[in-house]
Protein backbone atom coordinates (compact mmCIF):
# COMPACT_ATOMS: atom_id res chain seq x y z
CA UNK A 1 0.00 0.00 0.00
CA UNK A 2 1.17 3.70 -0.27
CA UNK A 3 1.14 5.10 2.44
CA UNK A 4 0.66 9.08 2.95
CA UNK A 5 2.66 11.27 5.37
CA UNK A 6 1.12 14.80 6.40
CA UNK A 7 3.25 17.56 8.20
CA UNK A 8 2.40 18.76 10.58
CA UNK A 9 -0.19 17.17 12.29
CA UNK A 10 -1.76 20.70 13.31
CA UNK A 11 -1.06 24.17 12.48
CA UNK A 12 -1.90 27.33 14.08
CA UNK A 13 -2.11 30.32 11.96
CA UNK A 14 -3.06 34.40 11.75
CA UNK A 15 -5.67 35.86 10.08
CA UNK A 16 -4.51 36.55 6.39
CA UNK A 17 -1.48 34.67 6.95
CA UNK A 18 -0.06 31.44 4.67
CA UNK A 19 -0.37 28.26 5.88
CA UNK A 20 1.33 25.19 4.48
CA UNK A 21 1.08 21.67 4.45
CA UNK A 22 2.80 18.93 2.85
CA UNK A 23 2.14 15.71 2.06
CA UNK A 24 4.92 12.94 0.87
CA UNK A 25 3.71 9.24 -0.76
CA UNK A 26 5.72 6.42 -0.03
CA UNK A 27 5.82 5.66 -3.93
CA UNK A 28 5.18 8.02 -6.73
CA UNK A 29 2.07 8.71 -7.48
CA UNK A 30 2.96 9.96 -11.47
CA UNK A 31 2.07 8.54 -14.51
CA UNK A 32 0.94 11.44 -16.95
CA UNK A 33 -0.47 13.34 -13.98
CA UNK A 34 0.11 13.55 -10.24
CA UNK A 35 -2.81 11.42 -8.61
CA UNK A 36 -3.52 13.56 -5.36
CA UNK A 37 -6.19 15.24 -4.29
CA UNK A 38 -6.86 17.46 -1.10
CA UNK A 39 -9.89 17.59 0.79
CA UNK A 40 -10.93 19.68 3.58
CA UNK A 41 -13.57 18.36 6.12
CA UNK A 42 -15.24 20.93 8.68
CA UNK A 43 -16.12 20.17 11.90
CA UNK A 44 -19.56 17.71 11.54
CA UNK A 45 -19.76 17.90 7.59
CA UNK A 46 -18.09 15.70 4.97
CA UNK A 47 -14.85 16.02 3.30
CA UNK A 48 -14.75 18.38 0.23
CA UNK A 49 -12.66 18.32 -2.75
CA UNK A 50 -10.60 21.06 -2.97
CA UNK A 51 -7.65 20.20 -5.20
CA UNK A 52 -7.03 17.05 -7.88
CA UNK A 53 -4.15 16.07 -10.06
CA UNK A 54 -2.17 17.89 -7.32
CA UNK A 55 -2.42 21.46 -8.43
CA UNK A 56 -6.35 21.75 -9.89
CA UNK A 57 -8.32 23.66 -8.38
CA UNK A 58 -12.06 22.33 -8.16
CA UNK A 59 -15.01 24.34 -9.55
CA UNK A 60 -16.01 26.79 -6.58
CA UNK A 61 -12.57 26.22 -4.59
CA UNK A 62 -10.92 30.04 -3.51
CA UNK A 63 -8.19 30.97 -5.32
CA UNK A 64 -6.17 31.36 -2.01
CA UNK A 65 -6.11 27.43 -1.98
CA UNK A 66 -3.24 26.53 -4.24
CA UNK A 67 -1.72 22.48 -4.89
CA UNK A 68 1.47 21.86 -5.91
CA UNK A 69 4.33 19.01 -6.24
CA UNK A 70 4.91 15.94 -8.10
CA UNK A 71 6.37 12.45 -8.06
CA UNK A 72 6.30 11.90 -3.88
CA UNK A 73 5.86 15.39 -2.40
CA UNK A 74 3.33 17.70 -2.33
CA UNK A 75 1.89 21.21 -0.66
CA UNK A 76 -0.93 23.03 -0.09
CA UNK A 77 -0.60 25.99 0.66
CA UNK A 78 -3.00 28.42 2.13
CA UNK A 79 -1.73 32.15 0.94
CA UNK A 80 -4.29 34.12 3.40
CA UNK A 81 -6.02 31.98 6.21
CA UNK A 82 -9.82 32.94 6.52
CA UNK A 83 -11.88 31.85 9.62
CA UNK A 84 -13.65 29.44 7.93
CA UNK A 85 -10.65 27.82 6.71
CA UNK A 86 -10.74 26.21 10.14
CA UNK A 87 -10.95 22.64 9.40
CA UNK A 88 -8.65 19.40 8.86
CA UNK A 89 -6.93 19.01 5.64
CA UNK A 90 -6.27 15.85 4.03
CA UNK A 91 -4.01 14.07 1.06
CA UNK A 92 -5.24 11.06 -1.06
CA UNK A 93 -3.88 9.45 -3.25
CA UNK A 94 -5.94 7.32 -6.36
CA UNK A 95 -3.00 6.02 -8.21
CA UNK A 96 -3.37 2.75 -7.15
CA UNK A 97 -5.79 0.30 -5.06
CA UNK A 98 -5.83 0.60 -2.07
CA UNK A 99 -6.31 4.77 -2.27
CA UNK A 100 -4.90 6.00 0.89
CA UNK A 101 -4.86 9.34 2.89
CA UNK A 102 -2.57 10.71 4.52
CA UNK A 103 -3.58 10.52 8.51
CA UNK A 104 -4.63 14.84 8.47
CA UNK A 105 -3.39 18.37 9.25
CA UNK A 106 -5.74 20.10 12.01
CA UNK A 107 -5.63 24.16 10.72
CA UNK A 108 -6.55 26.60 13.74
CA UNK A 109 -6.60 30.66 13.74
CA UNK A 110 -3.72 31.75 15.84
CA UNK B 1 -24.45 18.87 -10.73
CA UNK B 2 -24.62 15.33 -8.49
CA UNK B 3 -26.08 15.07 -5.22
CA UNK B 4 -25.84 12.17 -2.83
CA UNK B 5 -28.10 11.55 -0.15
CA UNK B 6 -27.57 8.77 2.25
CA UNK B 7 -29.85 7.02 4.80
CA UNK B 8 -30.19 8.26 8.69
CA UNK B 9 -28.14 7.19 11.70
CA UNK B 10 -28.23 3.52 13.20
CA UNK B 11 -27.72 2.23 16.54
CA UNK B 12 -27.41 -1.80 16.18
CA UNK B 13 -26.49 -4.64 18.85
CA UNK B 14 -22.93 -6.71 17.98
CA UNK B 15 -23.88 -9.55 15.63
CA UNK B 16 -26.69 -7.48 14.09
CA UNK B 17 -26.25 -6.52 10.32
CA UNK B 18 -26.99 -2.71 8.62
CA UNK B 19 -27.78 -1.52 5.07
CA UNK B 20 -26.58 2.01 4.09
CA UNK B 21 -28.20 3.66 1.34
CA UNK B 22 -26.74 6.64 -0.70
CA UNK B 23 -29.46 8.00 -3.23
CA UNK B 24 -27.85 9.63 -6.39
CA UNK B 25 -29.40 12.27 -8.23
CA UNK B 26 -28.68 15.07 -11.18
CA UNK B 27 -26.26 13.02 -13.42
CA UNK B 28 -26.38 9.94 -15.21
CA UNK B 29 -26.25 7.03 -12.75
CA UNK B 30 -23.99 4.66 -14.74
CA UNK B 31 -20.80 7.41 -15.26
CA UNK B 32 -19.79 7.83 -12.27
CA UNK B 33 -18.34 5.04 -9.84
CA UNK B 34 -19.36 5.02 -6.06
CA UNK B 35 -16.37 4.60 -3.42
CA UNK B 36 -17.18 3.94 0.30
CA UNK B 37 -15.24 5.63 3.06
CA UNK B 38 -15.18 5.19 6.74
CA UNK B 39 -14.39 7.60 9.43
CA UNK B 40 -13.79 6.27 12.86
CA UNK B 41 -14.75 8.48 15.89
CA UNK B 42 -12.24 11.33 16.29
CA UNK B 43 -9.85 9.20 13.55
CA UNK B 44 -9.05 10.07 9.94
CA UNK B 45 -10.39 8.78 6.36
CA UNK B 46 -10.37 5.12 5.40
CA UNK B 47 -11.49 3.93 2.03
CA UNK B 48 -13.09 0.69 1.94
CA UNK B 49 -13.29 -0.11 -1.78
CA UNK B 50 -15.90 1.20 -4.67
CA UNK B 51 -18.47 -0.33 -7.10
CA UNK B 52 -19.03 0.16 -10.67
CA UNK B 53 -22.29 1.47 -11.74
CA UNK B 54 -21.84 0.18 -15.06
CA UNK B 55 -21.20 -3.48 -14.68
CA UNK B 56 -22.03 -3.79 -10.70
CA UNK B 57 -18.58 -5.26 -9.89
CA UNK B 58 -17.08 -4.37 -6.08
CA UNK B 59 -13.30 -3.88 -5.64
CA UNK B 60 -13.18 -3.97 -1.04
CA UNK B 61 -10.00 -2.45 0.39
CA UNK B 62 -8.34 -5.24 2.44
CA UNK B 63 -9.64 -5.32 5.20
CA UNK B 64 -12.96 -4.65 4.20
CA UNK B 65 -13.79 -7.91 2.24
CA UNK B 66 -16.22 -10.71 3.80
CA UNK B 67 -18.68 -9.14 6.37
CA UNK B 68 -18.88 -5.90 3.70
CA UNK B 69 -21.18 -5.73 0.31
CA UNK B 70 -21.33 -3.01 -1.64
CA UNK B 71 -24.41 -3.25 -4.01
CA UNK B 72 -26.60 -1.17 -6.93
CA UNK B 73 -30.26 -1.05 -7.26
CA UNK B 74 -29.58 0.65 -10.74
CA UNK B 75 -33.71 1.23 -10.78
CA UNK B 76 -33.68 3.87 -7.97
CA UNK B 77 -29.97 5.14 -8.62
CA UNK B 78 -29.12 4.46 -5.35
CA UNK B 79 -25.80 2.13 -3.99
CA UNK B 80 -25.81 0.20 -0.83
CA UNK B 81 -23.26 -0.53 1.78
CA UNK B 82 -24.53 -3.81 4.24
CA UNK B 83 -21.97 -4.70 7.03
CA UNK B 84 -22.95 -7.94 8.46
CA UNK B 85 -21.78 -9.44 11.91
CA UNK B 86 -21.44 -6.00 13.33
CA UNK B 87 -18.96 -5.62 15.71
CA UNK B 88 -17.97 -2.27 18.03
CA UNK B 89 -15.49 -1.00 16.18
CA UNK B 90 -17.46 -0.43 13.03
CA UNK B 91 -18.42 1.51 15.00
CA UNK B 92 -18.07 5.20 12.31
CA UNK B 93 -19.20 7.49 10.28
CA UNK B 94 -19.75 6.04 6.46
CA UNK B 95 -19.49 7.96 3.31
CA UNK B 96 -19.93 7.14 -0.22
CA UNK B 97 -18.53 9.55 -2.79
CA UNK B 98 -18.50 9.40 -6.68
CA UNK B 99 -15.47 9.75 -8.82
CA UNK B 100 -16.51 10.71 -12.57
CA UNK B 101 -15.52 7.62 -14.66
CA UNK B 102 -16.88 4.06 -13.78
CA UNK B 103 -13.37 2.62 -15.11
CA UNK B 104 -10.75 5.15 -14.47
CA UNK B 105 -9.59 6.89 -11.66
CA UNK B 106 -10.15 10.01 -10.21
CA UNK B 107 -10.51 11.99 -7.23
CA UNK B 108 -13.84 11.84 -5.66
CA UNK B 109 -15.77 15.09 -6.26
CA UNK B 110 -19.29 14.58 -4.69
CA UNK B 111 -19.77 13.53 -0.88
CA UNK B 112 -22.88 12.20 0.67
CA UNK B 113 -23.18 13.26 4.37
CA UNK B 114 -22.35 10.74 5.68
CA UNK B 115 -24.47 8.18 7.58
CA UNK B 116 -23.39 7.22 11.45
CA UNK B 117 -23.41 3.46 12.68
CA UNK B 118 -23.34 2.83 16.03
CA UNK B 119 -22.82 -0.76 17.56
CA UNK B 120 -23.31 -1.27 21.10
CA UNK B 121 -24.73 -3.54 23.77
Known amino acids: DIVMTQSPDSLAVSLGERATINCKSS?????????LAWYQQKPGQSPRLLIYWASTRQSGVPQRFSGSGSGTDFTLTISSLQAEDVAVYYC?????????FGQGTKVEIK | QGHLVQSGSELKKPGASVKVSCKTS????????IHWVRQAPGQGLEWMGWINTKTGNPTYAPGFSGRFVFSLDTSVTTAHLQISSLKADDTAVYYCARVDSPYHYYAMDVWGQGTTISVSS
Open chain 1, 27 to 35: QSVYNSENY
Open chain 2, 26 to 33: GYVFSTYA
Open chain 1, 92 to 100: QQYYITPWT
